[in-house]
């Protein structure tokens, strides 16, 4: 018996009768992490890892049915010994170990492999099939050391500064914001958010994650002159709205694992590209595979057929599992998520 099956309602275990990340209403869902096409809400039962538990409540309500583990703790369910391991994607995100019968199967949620001090770092676990996502499972995608990133970022704002404009990065609002704001030098200007980002930084600071201080966008007067001093993280779905016009003359970037490919940059019209993503670029993929041990690889959501394809070519037994993830985070080029 295959520990994870495909239903309509998501990833479904039969032995232990649960599901995890569903995207229809189920008894009992297990939780990777709490972007929206991953934790979904309507199910009767949410089980997630203890970090991530102030995520689901902010984005799925305070009164959800919640359960959480510790990463690392077993949960016993209909004989299958469950376990949660970071993911090293956003805060709280973790893979789920399901051992049953001496088999065992870790299916991974999203998952970056570069530590980044905002969440706990990547863990490789042993297991026998893995089920990966391969969002940018194509070997175009080779992420920089973010740290440099981060220095690219800084040396913009510092840059608009001197040109007298506000620097406005667009980003998502729920891990690759706080992520930015890390590693982000407060010492060059105040630094302003969007209304859907605070929020999650306020979770993140409940959680011990250090951000620098932040400024809700409306407290600072559009004539205040430190607004031409001002770095604004926003969600993609601001660009182009009446909300962009308090900042005046102003410098826009926006940071996606999707700047890597030039034609994305110019659809979303803005000044700068930054290639910053909170998924594994191709080596990372390849090397968290092969950290599993696994003989059996199931490939998720993104580019399934190269990495399939890829992964067979050198032994191993990779095969497609259709799901409904994507359509949050990263998501594709041409949505307004990514």
């Known amino acids: 018996m295959d520990l994870v099956i495909a239903r309509p309602e998501g990833l479904y275990c039969p032995p232990g009768d649960f599901y995890i990340d569903p995207w ?16 979904r809400n309507g199910n009767r039962h949410y089980l997630t890892a203890s970090p991530g538990a102030g995520i689901l409540r902010s984005r799925l309500g305070a009164d959800i049915n919640l359960q959480t583990l510790d990463y690392g703790q077993r949960l016993d369910h209909g004989g299958v010994a469950l376990s949660l391991h970071p993911a090293g994607h956003v805060l709280g995100s973790a893979q789920v170990r399901l051992e049953y019968r001496g088999e065992v199967w870790v299916a991974s949620g999203d998952y970056k492999v570069e530590p980044d001090g905002t969440c706990a770092p990547f863990e490789p676990v042993r297991c026998h099939t893995f089920i990966t996502e391969s969002t940018f499972g194509l070997p175009i995608y080779r992420w920089e050391p973010q740290q440099q990133i981060f220095d690219q970022i800084n040396a913009w704002w510092r840059e608009n500064i001197t040109l007298g404009k506000a620097s406005v990065l667009f980003c998502y609002s729920f891990g690759k914001a706080q ?17 859907a980002v605070e929020p999650l930084n306020r979770v993140y600071r409940e959680a011990g994650v250090a951000l620098p201080a932040t400024l809700h966008a409306s407290e600072m007067d559009k004539h205040d002159p430190r607004m031409r001093q001002a770095l604004i993280l926003a969600p993609p ?12 003359d102003y410098s826009d970037a926006f940071a996606s694992g999707w700047m890597r490919l030039r034609g994305t940059r110019r659809r979303r019209g803005v000044d700068r590209g930054f290639v910053l993503s909170d998924h594994a670029d191709w080596p990372g993929l390849l090397w968290a595979i092969e950290q599993t041990g696994a003989q059996r690889v199931m490939v998720t959501h993104g580019s399934v057929a190269v990495l399939v394809r890829y992964l067979c070519e050198r032994g191993l037994d990779a095969q497609a599992f259709v799901t409904e993830y994507g359509d949050e985070d990263e998501g594709a080029p041409t949505e307004a998520s990514a």
Do not use: N, Q
């Open 24 to 39: 229809r209403p189920v008894e009992r869902a297990v939780i990777t992490h709490g972007h929206g096409d991953h934790a």
């Open 237 to 248: 779905s601001a660009a182009g709205s009446s909300w962009m016009r308090r900042f005046g």
């Open 179 to 195: 992520r930015i704001l890390h590693g982000l030098d407060p010492s060059l200007g105040p630094i302003l958010v969007h209304g």
